[in-house]
């Protein structure tokens, strides 16, 4: 009998790259294992990284599937409070929101979680 599925944050099971130009920010989630590309599929999408960024004035998030990747690459528009050398924040540039985005919830089954550890140990993920 598999194990009831469990919530753990994004960076569980993938880990994200980020860029920034302009007030838009680069998102790459890329999953640790294959069997994780299904997860990110399904509670990744547009709609849900909108909302976890609209505190921020997200207008709008284009999400680009790359399979052969196992990895989504999204686009968040006006989340830089202007741009990186036009806001008063510190820290607004698109590394710090990639962290942001890696500690989502999502709910995957346990062994999910188990194999991406051991391939993020064992450098392999």
């Known amino acids: 009998m598999a194990a009831e599925p469990i919530e753990v944050p994004l960076h569980e099971i993938a880990h994200g790259r980020a860029g920034d ?3 838009r ?3 790459s989630v890329i999953a640790f294992v294959p069997d994780a590309w299904p997860v990110l599929i399904e509670q ?3 709609a849900r990284v909108h909302a976890f960024f609209a505190h921020r004035g ?3 998030v284009t999400r680009y599937e790359l399979p052969r990747l196992a990895a989504l690459n999204l686009v968040i528009d006006d989340v830089l409070e202007g741009g ?3 806001s008063l924040n510190l820290d607004g540039h698109g590394k710090t929101l990639s962290f ?3 500690s989502m919830p999502v709910t995957v089954p346990p062994e999910l979680v188990e194999r991406s550890r051991a391939a993020r140990l064992s450098g392999s993920g």
């Open 84 to 86: 990186v050398n036009g």
């Open 58 to 60: 997200a207008t709008r």
């Open 25 to 27: 920010c680069n998102i």
């Open 44 to 46: 990744l999408t547009a």
């Open 100 to 102: 942001h985005l890696l």
């Open 21 to 23: 130009k302009g007030n």
